[in-house]
């Protein structure tokens, strides 16, 4: 590698706060510990995300290729300041969120990517990273846009979003503001969970990112439609 040219290639990164890692208590009793991912995770975090590029159903495919790009792009060093959480039961991956910094006040919410669905585990992984932007990283506001229904129903309606004027990073549907006035108003509604996660919950969890077969991620997002076929 030509390292005297990465050097321009590769963009500035802002300091930022690590997130704390917590553990939400779901409806069924399990144990979902949330934390922060590193670049040098990336590479297991795309095993889960490659199958769903295949299901078409609630727009999984386009959000999964373009989480796959982003988290490509933050390991290759093409993404300024982006981070990234991620959802874990007894050490198997089954979420993960993205967003980037624009500025130290303005944030863009990228992609939330649920791989096992009845769960509202992608509902409380966005929480998590709205949770990050404004209480640890001291954000004023989030852009967020919808490629999806469920998407539109779970952020734009659940959190009163503010339409907001011109475009978001990723185009097509109209861009909505979250303020922190509007995080704040929704929180002990929304974003659940507990500090500190308990050691061993946490061993568990970083001792390993296990990643489920294509086909179990796949019939879990799919369910019984894909089993009628």
């Known amino acids: 590698m030509d390292m005297e040219v990465e050097e321009y290639l590769r963009p500035p990164e802002m300091e930022i706060p690590p997130y704390p890692p917590k553990v939400v208590t779901l409806a069924t009793g399990g144990k979902l510990v949330i934390r922060q991912a590193s670049r040098s995770d990336v590479p297991i975090l795309l095993e889960a995300v490659r199958p769903t590029m295949k299901v078409e159903r609630d727009f999984y495919d386009i959000v999964g290729a373009r989480l796959y790009a982003e988290l490509l792009g933050w390991y290759r ?17 089954v ?18 990517l649920a791989t096992e669905r009845g769960l509202r585990i992608g509902a409380h992984l966005f929480a998590a990273k709205m949770e990050y932007s404004f209480e640890y990283i001291g954000q004023e506001e989030v852009l967020i846009t919808a490629e999806s229904p469920i998407g539109f129903r779970r952020w734009m309606i659940e959190y009163e979003l503010i339409e907001r004027e011109g475009q978001h990073e990723l185009g097509g549907a109209t861009p909505y503001g979250l303020t922190k006035e509007l995080y704040y108003k929704h929180k002990d509604r929304l974003v659940a969970g507990e500090r500190p996660v308990p050691e061993e919950l946490l061993a568990v969890a970083e001792k390993e990112i296990i990643v489920a077969s294509e086909d179990d991620i796949l019939e879990k997002i799919l369910g019984a439609k894909r089993r009628e076929r």
């Open 95 to 112: 979420g993960v969120v993205n967003t980037r910094l624009y500025s130290r006040d303005l944030g863009i919410s990228l992609h939330t």
């Open 77 to 93: 060093h093409r993404v300024r300041d982006e981070f990234c959480l991620m959802g874990q039961i007894d050490g198997l991956l």
